[in-house]
């Protein structure tokens, strides 16, 4: 059986990746030992599938089409950065979101969407952030963490507008995103 190793995410505005970026760049003077991930790759990651069959994401994007269209585009607020599992001991760099009902209803639709299709529950709570990046090593991990604790994101407001489905490819460079379906809003 073909697997695509995939996850469904929310995607973010070219405005909102932008604005973050700007926060990642004044994190990446502290020259740490850190894997950035790109702008373009920016999301809020609602669900990872892992490797699925592909008759399965069939259905799941069949279930999800109608599910979704019924639930309306909300806006969302970005804030705040932070890491993984602490500041003082980063291991994902992240920016995240204020706390949004709907958002949390999304979630739920999705969990339960894949539930239904014996696709396992995440263990971890579902915490939104947007991954800024990997710490790999512990080079200048002091001014990371003194970045960490210095820097601010003004608050951004957005839009969201759908869901993706998303492949994500391993390769010696880093993974490759590919969007597979998106699934929009009721505007």
């Known amino acids: 059986m073909t697997t695509v190793r995939s996850f469904l995410a929310l995607p973010l505005s070219t405005d909102v990746r ?29 669900l990872f599938l892992g490797n699925a069959e592909a008759a399965l994401l069939e259905t799941l994007t069949k279930n999800l089409a109608q599910q979704l269209q019924q639930l309306s585009s909300f806006e969302l607020i970005y804030e705040g950065v ?7 001991h980063p291991r994902v760099l992240w920016t995240g979101t204020r706390p949004s009902e709907s958002l949390m209803q999304l ?13 396992p529950k995440e263990e971890k709570t579902f915490s939104a952030h947007v991954t800024l990046g990997r710490v790999k090593g512990t080079k200048n991990a002091q001014r990371l963490t003194e970045g960490l604790k210095n820097i601010t994101l003004q608050p951004i407001q957005s839009r969201c507008w759908g869901v993706q489905l998303v492949r994500s ?18 505007p």
């Open 107 to 119: 979630h739920r639709v999705v969990e339960s969407a894949c539930a239904a299709l014996g696709i």
């Open 18 to 46: 932008t604005r973050i970026a700007e926060v990642q760049s004044s994190l990446k003077l502290a020259s740490a030992d850190v894997k950035w991930d790109t702008p373009e790759k920016f999301h809020i990651t609602l």
């Open 82 to 88: 932070g890491a993984f599992p602490s500041a003082e």
């Open 169 to 186: 490819e391993l390769t010696p460079a880093g993974s490759i995103y590919t969007t597979l379906q998106s699934f929009l809003f009721t």
